[in-house]
């Protein structure tokens, strides 16, 4: 059964900080990867989604990478922001999976202090 | 705007006391689903639906029954809640449900079950 797991479990930095949140996934089979935002009260937010044919994509200050082989996506933030202060989720949807379901990590809580 | 929206927002209720949680999308999307999302476990699919009038259990659907009569509801239904129900929901919308595709999420209904 596919498996994600998210690191660090939380993360406090500086404003205009660069930093990487790391995903891994137990299951190589997957059609994509997706980085989601989650902010209270507003439900999740899709940033990022990357093909299993596809190596990163970029959107504004936010870089996704996918290694399929080693089962490991990071996300990039540049220049992090207070704005960016949020909980990252990535998902898998993979092959094994039923129902088009996503499989979710626990998330990244992050922190970006002014 | 295009929009997944849920109702209630909020919601306090006995054990045993059915409810039906609402779900909406303006987007003429095909492929609907229901997430819980608990401390330590994620996110995890309670149940998915294709098109109008054909749904399917996800990996957590005891407990819990849908219905698809219109494309652009999917309400979310606990004929008798109990206190492990106590949790985060949230639907999610795409297209086709597609690797390919963006899932949009709702807001999230916050159920507690006393």
């Known amino acids: 059964k596919q498996e994600v797991t998210q690191i660090p479990a939380a993360l406090s930095v500086p404003e205009g900080e660069n930093l990487v949140l790391n995903c891994s996934f137990t299951?190589?089979?997957?059609?994509?990867l997706q980085w989601f935002r989650q902010d209270p009260g507003k439900g999740l937010t899709s940033l990022l989604l990357?093909?299993?044919?596809?190596r990163e994509q970029t959107s504004g200050r936010l870089n996704a990478s996918l290694d399929k082989s080693s089962g490991r996506s990071t996300l990039y933030i540049a220049a992090s922001q207070p704005g960016d202060s949020a909980t990252y989720l990535c998902a898998v949807q993979g092959y094994n999976n039923a129902g088009n379901m996503l499989t979710f990590g626990g998330g990244t809580r992050l922190m970006v202090k002014p | 705007e295009a929009q997944v929206t849920q109702n209630p927002r909020y919601l306090i209720t006995v054990t045993g006391k059915k409810l039906t949680v609402t779900c909406s999308q303006n987007m003429n999307h095909e492929y609907m689903s229901w997430y819980r999302q608990d401390p330590g476990l994620g996110l995890r699919q309670i149940y998915y639906?294709?098109?109008?009038?054909?749904?399917d259990k996800g990996d957590v659907p005891e407990g819990y029954k849908v219905s698809r009569k219109e494309k652009r509801n999917f309400p979310l239904i606990l004929e008798s809640p109990s206190p492990n129900q106590t949790s985060l929901y949230f639907c999610?919308?795409?297209?086709?449900?597609?690797?390919?595709?963006?899932?949009?999420f709702g807001p999230g209904t916050r159920l507690l079950v006393l």
């Open positions: 990357i093909q299993s044919s596809q």
């Open positions: 999610a919308s795409s297209l086709y449900g597609g690797s390919w595709e963006t899932q949009y």
């Open positions: 639906s294709m098109n109008v009038e054909v749904t």
């Open positions: 299951d190589s089979a997957i059609y994509n």
